[in-house]
């Protein structure tokens, strides 16, 4: 992400309430992930030590330090997500998508990518959807009343093809 | 424009009838909450709109509106002809739309998916005639889902449209803040709310009037206020369907809590999950202050007041007050000390207001019908009314607003599942992550601050999930516990490590490696952590433990003693097998399982290898027969 952005996105947080957490959303929001050189270029900028920033992106789940793949996936597991069988869903989707927990990244988030850096999986605490349980959400599209059996036909939604 | 009398208010309030009641058009409004969006609501607001140019309907008007709650029935659509009744129309897909636009055309109206009728809302600020008409759909209050409730909060959800400031304003929204800016002063109206009775609806259920009497108290050049709109509490949803449904009354309630308390820079904090409600919030904000409703010399007096929208990012423990002032500030979301009280030393040292969403919500009517008619509502201790989020294993999923003193039982089955699944229901949860688990037995317990707590639970936010008998207690605390691990801000030893403990003991116990001595230190755990931790997060977190442990002891029992889970929840102790005769050898599960457990030829029965599956549960799932069972049976112990 080149500085004239950041230096945009940064004018746009006048008031101090709010600066840090907005800056840094928004930068995730283009860009998917935050990077280290724009981390720094944002302490330097707005005066706020690196390692604030550092301990905030890692204290908010919201945040990913490294990149992710095409398509995000989310999967609810949020308690009525949880009675309706979200395990299930997410134990199905590493199995389709061919990724496993143990390859979760070191800042110890759960985010899996799977090798050609495709999909990224993670776990989320509700989207507030919880009457249509359960619920994963695709980029910015959120599904309702998600079965196992309809998990391969979202995927192809989005270019996956069972190997 | 900027509103400065009431004369400018009431010319803007007949404009906007106009569009919410229009004499001389048909209005057309699909419900747009994230709620309808992602069971199609999306797709069918887009057909009704490429149809409707198709076949040049001029008179046609196509607007979004909110959710007015019965989720479960989403997609739903409001059809209003001129002078008759609102019909809503439920579970509509794109291929209704040229029917409905058909009929509409010919004006038959035999809708077939209609739902119910609206001719007479009370919004409470206003009461609105819509029309008469349709004799074969029934009222919206014969609907069992409607008939116990009493709509304060949702006055106008899914009736109006929330995009729109006008309609905001023909229902009757602003006159309260006019009221308060031109005749009353800021110790009248903290009296008012004192003289409501309004208790806080983020959770603990502080006495509003007080809250904002001790931040009125301090001196200083700026105070702020703040709506707490994090929402963390999983499986509770009421305070993102009444910000995308009627962000106003909202802002409403701000900005008279604001000029009641000398504040001069509003808040709201909004959990990142919610795009939906930030996007209509920075509209609204934009379009109070065209109107000069907000900003500066409001309704043309000397008092200014500014709103700023601040995202969260995935942090539960930013819902408690002092971490989220933290997170406003920038640093990471970690609760303090209290005292000194946000009133006192709050967001960058100055006195600070925080009030949940719904608690926002209910001022304008405090001011609009008088502290005293609020104050009838619900019970002596716990006046007014509350939305609940109804959710899990229930019939009619959404939001229920009652006044608060009604049963679980009311709630949980007059209105959730309306006579079927009975007895089916083993227990509800309430407050989330801090709260616990009720019985069946005890369904007759009314919902109030004091009766939740009385027996282990509390109200919170307002989440209610239905558990059925394929819920698994044990696994349920387990659950919870293991969401608060993953989101304490790890300062307090007792919180970060007495909550792992105890989930280790349950995750034996679920296992089926546990004894009783294991269940006596989990609950001695349990009552520590209760005491020792810093902020709610710690101090609450043992209560679905504690509650499961008394009012389920039995399933405990069952873990350890015989090693089996009634809810063939517990991975460890169930085991997937094929029943020969029913199995057809259609291979569907065979192809399906990701390790290959499953073996046997096409058209004959198959089998499961046990020491190869992994009880992922795919092939119970995905066969069409039903032969593969999942069994839990007592393994050792005595019987
Ligand atoms: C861990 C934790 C999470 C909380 N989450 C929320 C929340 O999501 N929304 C909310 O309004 N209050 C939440 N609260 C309560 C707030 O700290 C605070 O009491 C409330 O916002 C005050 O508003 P009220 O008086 O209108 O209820 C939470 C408290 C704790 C301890
Ligand atoms: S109780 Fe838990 S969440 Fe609260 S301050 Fe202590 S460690 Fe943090
Ligand atoms: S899916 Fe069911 S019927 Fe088909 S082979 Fe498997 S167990 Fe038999
Ligand atoms: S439960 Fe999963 S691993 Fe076991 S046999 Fe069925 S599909 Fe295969
Ligand atoms: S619990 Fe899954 S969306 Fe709320």
Redesign the interface.
Known sequence: MDAKTIDEIIEKYK????????I??EIQNINKYLSKDALIYVSKKIN?PFS?LY??AT?????NLNPVGEHIISV?????????GAA?IL??LE?LLGITKEESTEDSKFFLTTHDGCFSLNA??????????P?IKVD?K????V???NLPKILKEYGWSKK | MKITSLEDLENIARKGLKKLNPDNKVRISVGFATCGISVGGDDVFKTFKEKIYERKLNNLELCKTGCIGFCGEEPLVNIKMPGKSIVVLHRVTPNDVDDILQKIENETYEFHKAFFKIDDWDHVTSKIHYGDGYENIPKWNEIKFFKPTKRVVLRNSGIINPEDIDEYIAVGGYRSLYKVIKSMTPDEIIEEVKKSGLRGRGGAGFPTGLKWEFAKKEQSDVKYVICNADEGDPGAYMNRNEMESDPHMIIEGMIIGAYATGATEGIIYIRAEYPLAVERFKKAINDAKKYGLLGEKILGSNFNFDIIVTEGAGAFVCGEETALIASVEGEIGRPRLKPPYPAQKGLWGKPTNINNVETWSNVPVIIAKGGDWFSKLGTQKSPGTKVFSLVGKVKNVGLVEVELGTTIDRIVNYIGNDGVNNGKIKAVQTGGPSGGCIPENLFNTPIDYEHLAAVGSIMGSGGIVVMDDDTCMVDTAKYFLDFSIDESCGKCVSCREGLKHMHDILDDITKGKATFEDIDTLKELAQTVKVTSLCGLGKTASNPVLTTLKYFYKEYEEHVKHKRCFARVCKDLIRYVIAKDECTGCTICAKRCPVNAINGEKGKPHIISQNVCVKCGICYDVCKFNSVKKLSEAIGGEK
């Open positions: 008031n101090p309430s709010g600066m840090v957490l907005g840094l959303e706020v604030q301990s905030v204290f908010y789940s919201f945040f609810c597991t949020g308690t009525a997500c949880h009675v309706k299930e134990k199905s199995y989320a605490r509700c989207f507030g959807c919880c009457s249509m349980a619920v910015d959120m599904y309702g009343y079965t196992i059996q």
